[in-house]
């Protein structure tokens, strides 16, 4: 059984699948979900634009990560 919290620090949500099990055992029959969810950190791209439009210094502005991600 695994239970997440996922959303409540602002993230975006969304469930991509889900998946139902039925599966029998000595006393019944158990039913189990699989949630297959996608989840955004990060900001809108309108929500960028704004706050980029904010700055003022001359070295304030966007900056590329070189760190490798796990893409799927």
């Known amino acids: 059984m695994c239970l ?3 959303g409540t ?3 975006n949500v969304k ?3 889900m998946y139902t099990f039925l599966r029998k055992h000595a006393t019944g029959v158990a039913t189990t979900e699989l949630h297959i969810v ?3 950190r990060g900001m809108s791209w309108q929500e960028v634009m704004e706050r980029w ?3 003022t210094g ?3 502005g966007f ?3 070189h760190q490798v991600r796990m893409s799927v």
């Open 4 to 6: 997440a919290d996922l």
């Open 9 to 11: 620090a602002g993230e």
């Open 15 to 17: 469930r991509v699948k």
């Open 38 to 40: 996608h989840v955004e």
């Open 53 to 55: 439009g904010e700055l």
């Open 58 to 60: 001359s070295k304030e």
């Open 63 to 65: 900056y590329l990560s």
